[in-house]
């Protein structure tokens, strides 16, 4: 079967493990299925372009894949309406010389819906994929044209179950269309390993209690909640550090906030290759996702295959993967409720052995849960 993947969440230079779950889906799919990935990335004129935009195509070796990188012009939210008919002609050409059997795209608005008009258009069936907030969607116009490709395409990946009522009950996905293909995890990066020589490779004292959060550095991710409640349990785990894995629109007002507060420790720890970011895992006592939204967040797999408790907010399909064997989970946007769980899971005698065997599931599960998404959905689509 010839596949084409179309998403924006893809690798680019600048962030390198930018939409590694999907890297990683198209990366097994690619054994089993002829596969061409094909990203669409919004280009700014020079005076308008976001702080947090970053652009220029990832090398191809870095990325494991067959991939091409197309642009389209934009500006921010005066072109938010028009993104995907914009999408949908940058992707003509390329979906034109292809000839894929199906297509699959990744992030409804605008690329999955972009990717529908380019269907169309063309005559081939559409499988799209919700990653999270991108059905968790609050402005209007996109909520409208979001419906659009949710009730439109063949099938509907989720990654939760979550999302999977949220595309039923507000977006009128009809529910045999859903399939939920949770993410799997990189065993062979992500297992238990040597605390102590993690903590030695990275400058982390044995003493240490230290607490991880691997993702974007901004707002949503509750990093604000986090530095507020690891200074409420400073005075009770005097050892305490925190480490920041990745980087984004945030990082100048953190290091603001690191240099004016005595304590905790906070390392900013910047984007890290994927054996890095287990090797921050195994060094940690606690890994830590106070997120205001979240689909299935794959970090939160990955801490507990490297045998790590979590603290986490109760929001998208986190309660899926932590329970109360393998972590503590508190509202959002609550920061004494987050440093009470962060002070008690410090506390707490955890089983790094029961933890790191809650998931199995690797990428080639995926893969193939997602092969049969798109044999169904060309099957269906041959029968119109």
């Excluded at 020079?46 to 067959?66: I, Q």
């Excluded at 500006?75 to 995907?84: C, T, W």
């Excluded at 795209?105 to 907030?133: K, N, T």
């Excluded at 969607?137 to 099938?155: G, K, P």
Aim: hydrophobic share 45%; aromatic share 6%.
């Amino acid at each position: 079967m010839r596949i084409l993947i179309v998403t924006s969440q893809f690798p680019v230079a600048a962030d390198p493990t930018r939409g590694r779950p999907l890297q990683q889906t198209a990366t097994a799919l690619a054994r089993i299925a002829d596969v061409r990935v094909l990203s669409p990335v919004a280009v700014y004129p020079r005076w308008a372009r976001p702080r947090s935009y970053l652009f220029k195509p990832a090398e191809a070796a870095t990325v494991g894949v067959d991939a091409e990188y197309v642009t389209y012009p934009a500006l921010p939210l005066v072109s938010r309406a028009f993104n995907g008919a914009l999408c949908a002609r940058a992707v003509a050409a390329p979906l034109a010389r292809y000839k894929p059997d199906v297509v699959l795209s990744y992030w409804l608005y605008p690329d999955a819906y972009g990717a529908l008009i380019a269907c169309r258009r063309a005559g081939y069936p559409l499988v799209a994929g919700a990653r999270g907030s991108d059905i968790r969607v609050r402005d209007a116009v996109s909520r409208w044209l979001t419906r659009r490709v949710v009730r439109a395409a063949q099938r509907l990946l989720v990654v939760s179950e979550d999302l999977g009522r949220l595309a039923v009950s507000d977006y009128g996905a009809d529910a045999w269309r859903v399939r939920v293909i949770a993410n799997g995890c990189d065993a062979p990066t992500f297992h238990l390993g040597d605390r102590a020589a993690a903590r030695s490779a990275l400058g982390v004292a044995d003493a240490a209690q230290l607490i991880v959060y691997v993702g974007r550095l901004v707002p949503e991710k509750g990093l604000r909640e986090l530095l507020d409640a690891g200074h409420e349990v400073a005075p009770r785990h005097e050892a305490l550090e925190i480490a920041l894995v990745g980087d984004g629109p945030m990082r100048v007002e953190l290091e603001t906030r690191i240099a004016a507060q005595a304590a905790p420790r906070v390392r900013l720890a910047g984007v890290q290759p994927p054996t890095t970011v287990a090797q921050w895992m195994t060094a940690a006592d606690l890994v830590v996702l106070p997120s205001y939204s979240e689909g299935h967040p794959n970090v939160l797999v990955e801490a507990l295959a490297c045998g790590r408790p979590i603290v986490a907010t109760t929001v998208g399909g986190i309660p899926e993967v932590v329970d109360k064997a393998s972590g503590i989970l508190v509202p959002p946007r609550d920061a004494k409720a987050l440093a009470i769980a962060m002070s008690d899971a410090l506390s707490r005698e955890w089983d790094e052995r029961s933890l790191s065997r809650r998931f199995s599931r690797g990428w080639d599960e995926v893969a193939a849960d997602t092969l049969r998404a798109c044999e169904e959905a060309r099957a269906e689509f041959a029968r119109r």
